[in-house]
């Protein structure tokens, strides 16, 4: 089982829509959580943390956690075609102090016009 | 805030020849930097951790003789692809992390290798 899954995609909604994006984890002892934003040939960018349980909103972002059921999505509201990118799901693992993060392997979203 | 930076970001050599990356926080101390190297379509792999002042930490299956790291400074990290061959053409990016900032790691723009 992989530390961190997210479905590979491609996620396909057409613009406007709500994309959901789902991400599980399999250290119960993880504590912070995170969403980055990938568009092809860039780096990561960091879009969204959460640390606690339920949501958390941000402009047309809202990342939800549960951590009894040890997942972590990210809505995105009113989707664009600016939004194609792959969002990548990081955790970081209990006792972790040093940063180290454990990525899943990314949901490629296409939004389309 | 939480800017880095790295250098360069294309770069072509000939098979043979040792290439260096140079990756720097610009608005903060890095107590960590990451490396990491992804091929096309493919996911991250973090290949190395590096702390100031002391040997980075290599991922299982990484020479550590091949991909040398080192981190002079809490906003300097540098790696060097030695004696590279065409399988080592990937896209090498570098992060930095301070605990004061959200906990988590910042991406350099990363640097895109051809080997040929």
């Known amino acids: 089982q992989k530390e961190v899954e997210q479905n590979s995609g491609p996620l396909s909604v057409p613009e406007g829509a709500i994309a959901s994006l789902n991400c599980t984890y399999s250290?119960?002892?993880?504590?912070?959580f995170f969403w980055y934003r990938q568009y092809s040939g860039k780096s990561p960018e960091l879009i969204m943390f959460i640390y606690s349980n339920g949501d958390k909103e941000d402009g047309r972002f809202t990342a939800q956690l549960n951590k009894a059921s040890q997942y972590v999505s990210l809505l995105i509201r009113d989707s664009q075609p600016s939004d194609s990118a792959t969002y990548l799901c990081a955790v970081t693992p209990l006792g972790n102090q040093g940063g180290k993060l454990i990525f899943g392997q990314g949901t490629e979203l296409s939004v389309k016009p | 805030g939480a800017v880095v930076s790295q250098h360069p970001s294309r770069v072509i050599c000939k098979s043979g020849t040792s290439v260096k990356i140079e990756c720097r926080s610009l608005d903060f101390q890095a107590t960590t930097m990451f490396w990491y190297r992804q091929f096309p379509k493919q996911s991250l792999m973090l290949m190395a951790t590096?702390?100031?002042?002391?040997?980075?930490?290599?991922e299982q299956g990484v020479e550590k003789d091949k991909f040398l790291i080192n981190h002079a400074s809490l906003t300097l990290s540098t790696l060097t692809v030695t004696s590279a061959h065409p399988e080592d053409s990937s896209f090498y990016i570098c992060s930095a992390f301070a605990q004061h900032l959200q906990e988590t790691q910042y991406f350099g723009p990363g640097t895109r290798l051809l080997v040929l």
């Open positions: 250290d119960r002892g993880s504590q912070s």
């Open positions: 590096s702390n100031e002042g002391s040997k980075a930490t290599y």
